[in-house]
């Protein structure tokens, strides 16, 4: 791997470079010479998969746009460790959110990640939604989380004497996580195992060689660097579609937004647990649900608005009253003015408005080229997984497989 410079004389990337973490530029670009693989991306994934190949004696750089790692879709979202019970059997979500919901809870004990098995009803408020409760659950012991129990109404009102439910569906296993801790956590191990995080820097072209990949990156200047890379992993999250596009793979993603309200302070604590209505039967997103922080904070949402490919996070505030009539069905000590706009989230969706369900796509699809395209939730949660399941991947590219 070397690189080239290919913008302003005599002037280098690393306008980041003194800040914490964060390589100065020339001894990068003396290091890079040696370099196997180039991450895309330093959010939840792009840092979990670096920490995990730098393991395996392999040179890792991760490159990002933003000033530092985290501002993407991993720093906007509802932390919620899930248990793997809504997505289809079979699918990589399911299989990934499973084995990652696992591998978390070992890791945030082992590193003292800040997190809370809080667990989390679904629950129906009429008779109908009662059936969906009893697919949930099948669905459930399809995937393998098999410490979900059905719960009746009495046993709903002695774990959340504040909610309003017939029945439903008790997930002990379900919790919440500090993302950003958790991406601490991978940044360090990346950096110990002598991975390079490159932040500033915006990957703008990429071209096929014969032994890999010229990559073309631009700083917040305009100055332009290029350089080459054995293998590369796409982990751009909202822009995982533009960077496969670059090799001429051709996959489109949907921004589905997701805006959250806050529940005012005098009601912290009064509901211990997640509390989630029956889900959307068509996948887009889990209904206006009630999440808790690490420090016990309620909130409300996400709900999930296709917008136009425009990162705007200001939340619709016009919304209030939509999230009040759903959140009041189950929530009945909510009262109107509770309710304020809190933040938003975006989702990188392959599915489209009115399309089926579409699972993660993790995919060599160019020699030594993994494209991780469509990574919305359950993401956080199987960061762990997915990381061991691109390492896998690589094992196979480097034993010929
Ligand atoms: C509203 C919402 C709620 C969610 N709730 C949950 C939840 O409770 N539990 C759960 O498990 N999952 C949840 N998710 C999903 C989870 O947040 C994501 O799956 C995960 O954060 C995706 O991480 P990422 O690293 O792929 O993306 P990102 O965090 O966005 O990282 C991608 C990085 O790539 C960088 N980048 C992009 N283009 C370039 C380029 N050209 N050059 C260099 N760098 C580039 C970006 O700046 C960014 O930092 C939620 C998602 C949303 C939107």
């Not at 000033?67 to 899930?82: D, K, T, Y």
């Not at 989630?276 to 997103?285: A, F, I, L």
């Not at 016009?318 to 809190?342: G, M, W």
Request: proline share 4%.
């Amino acid at each position: 791997m070397s690189w080239r410079k290919c913008g302003k004389a005599g002037r280098r990337h690393g306008r980041n470079g003194d800040e914490a973490g964060f390589v100065s530029v020339r001894p990068l670009l003396e290091r890079l010479m040696d370099a196997d693989v180039t991450i895309i991306g330093a959010g939840v994934i792009g840092l979990a998969v670096a920490a995990e190949l730098s393991e395996r004696r392999l040179s890792v750089y991760v490159i990002e746009k933003n000033a530092s790692h985290g501002r993407g879709i991993s720093s906007r979202n509802s932390e919620v460790v899930h248990a793997g019970i809504y997505y289809p059997a079979g699918s990589l979500k399911a299989g990934l959110c499973v084995e990652g919901r696992e591998l978390l809870y070992e890791l945030c004990l082992q590193h003292k990640i800040p997190h809370k098995k809080t667990g989390k009803l679904i629950i129906a408020t009429t008779e109908n939604e009662m059936d969906q409760i009893g697919q949930l659950m099948n669905r459930a012991m399809q995937n393998g989380v098999s410490s979900v129990c059905l719960v009746d109404q009495k046993q709903i009102q002695e774990m959340e004497p504040n909610i309003r439910a017939i029945g439903g569906l008790y997930s002990p296993d379900t919790g919440i996580i500090s993302a950003h801790a958790l991406m601490d956590y991978y940044l360090q191990k990346a950096k110990m195992n002598g991975a390079e995080i490159v932040c500033g820097t915006e990957v703008v072209s990429i071209e096929t060689e014969d032994k890999g990949y010229r990559i073309g990156t631009l700083n917040g200047q305009g100055e332009g660097f290029e350089f080459t890379s054995e293998r590369v992993i796409n982990a751009s999250g909202l822009h995982s579609d533009i960077i496969a596009r670059m090799t001429g793979k051709d996959y489109t993603l949907h921004y589905c937004k997701g805006d959250y309200f806050s529940i005012a302070n005098a009601k912290n604590g009064i509901v211990q647990r997640l509390v989630y209505p029956v889900p959307e039967k068509n996948h887009v997103g889990l209904g206006v649900h009630l999440t808790l922080d690490l420090s016990g904070r309620m909130k409300l949402g996400p709900d999930a608005t296709y917008i136009d490919r425009v990162e705007d996070y200001k939340v619709d505030a016009d919304k209030k009253d939509r999230f009040y009539e759903s959140a009041v069905k189950f929530l009945p000590f909510i009262r109107r003015e509770d309710i304020v706009p809190d933040m938003s989230g975006i989702r990188p969706k392959l599915q489209g408005p009115g399309e089926a369900f579409r699972d993660f796509v993790i995919s060599e699809d160019m020699p030594g080229f993994i494209n991780l395209v469509g990574i919305e939730s359950p993401g956080l949660t199987a960061a762990p997984a997915i990381a061991r399941y691109v390492k896998k991947m690589f094992d196979g590219m480097q034993s010929g497989a």
